[in-house]
C-alpha cells in the first residue's frame, strides 16, 4: 500500500502565493521522482513540475520563474511554492510518484486524490 497526500489548496487573489505539500507513506522501497500535475474540467492532465531522486528540477514553460519544487527525502515529500500566481493557474493539483515498493519490483506511478487551487479577484 503506498498513500500520497496533498495539503496547501486553497482560494488566493492573482499575483499571490500558496505552497502545496505531498507526502509519500506506506511500503516503499526507493522514491526516484515526485512532481505535480494539474487538471481543468475538459482538459487534459498537464506536467507542472517533477524532481528527481538525483537532485534535478523540471518545470513546464508556463510557470517557469514562478513555481519552485522542493523536496525533503527524509520524509518523502516534495513541496511546490507557486508565486505571481495568475487566473490561468487555476487547478486541481495532483502529486505524483514513481517509486518502488521493493527491490524486486519495477517502478510505477502512485498518485494522490488532488488539492483545488483557485485564482480569483
Known amino acids: 500500500q503506498v498513500q500520497l497526500v496533498e495539503s496547501g489548496g486553497g482560494l488566493v487573489q492573482p499575483g499571490g502565493s500558496l505552497r502545496l505539500s505531498c507526502a509519500a507513506s506506506?511500503?516503499?522501497?526507493?522514491?526516484?521522482?515526485m512532481g505535480w500535475y494539474r487538471q481543468t474540467p475538459g482538459k487534459q492532465r498537464e506536467l507542472v513540475a517533477f524532481?528527481?531522486?538525483?537532485?534535478?528540477?523540471n518545470y513546464a514553460d508556463k510557470v517557469k520563474g514562478r513555481f519552485t519544487i522542493s523536496k525533503d527525502n527524509a520524509k518523502n515529500t516534495v513541496y511546490l511554492q507557486m508565486n505571481s500566481l495568475k487566473s490561468e493557474d487555476t487547478a486541481v493539483y495532483y502529486c505524483n510518484a514513481n517509486l518502488k515498493r521493493w527491490w524486486y519490483e519495477a517502478a510505477m506511478d502512485y498518485w494522490g486524490k488532488g488539492t483545488l487551487v483557485t485564482v480569483s479577484s
Open positions: 506506506g511500503t516503499i522501497f526507493s522514491i526516484y521522482a
Open positions: 524532481a528527481t531522486s538525483g537532485g534535478s528540477a
